[in-house]
């Protein structure tokens, strides 16, 4: 079976990034996410970091799977001291606890997606100075490494 997802952390740039690729069912999802949280856990206490997520080659293959995967990223942002820009786009805004003293911090985000249109409009309504989206992973990776 081929893995559909990848968390790595560049320690010299401070970037840690994850994602999902091909059609991706909730079995890949849920190891996805027990991948994320190790990662998360073994970044170094008080540092910061900033999160690529990269889903350029992601298709969900079921409702339960995509269901499975959207809230992770956005809890992830807030666990780790940063509000998620996702919140802006719906109405009514959900309620989000960002951590106000993370073991680290997260100081930059971005989010790459292959359908330009979507991501064009999230960039729009929701892209800030710490948080943008993409189409283009080059794009992503160039900004990602020096956000701010």
Not at 40 to 51: I, K, V, Y
Not at 81 to 99: C, K, Q, S
């Amino acid at each position: 079976m081929t893995k559909k997802y990848n968390t790595t952390f560049d320690p010299d740039r401070r970037v840690l990034t994850t994602g999902l690729a091909g059609v991706v069912e909730s079995d890949d999802v849920a190891s996805w996410i027990d991948d994320l949280a190790q990662a998360l856990d073994a970044l170094p206490h008080r540092s910061t970091f900033a999160l690529l997520f990269d889903l350029h080659t992601y298709e969900s293959g079921s409702i339960a799977a995509h269901k499975a995967m959207r809230e992770v990223i956005p809890d992830a942002l807030a666990r780790h001291g940063m509000r998620p820009a996702y919140i802006d786009l719906f109405d009514p805004r959900p309620e989000v606890t960002v951590a106000s003293s993370p073991s680290a911090r997260c100081v930059a985000f971005a989010n790459v997606h292959h359908n330009a249109d979507r991501m064009a409009d999230y960039e729009e309504r929701a892209g800030k100075a710490d948080q943008r989206f993409f189409s283009d992973i080059a794009a992503a990776r160039r900004w990602i490494e020096n956000p701010i």
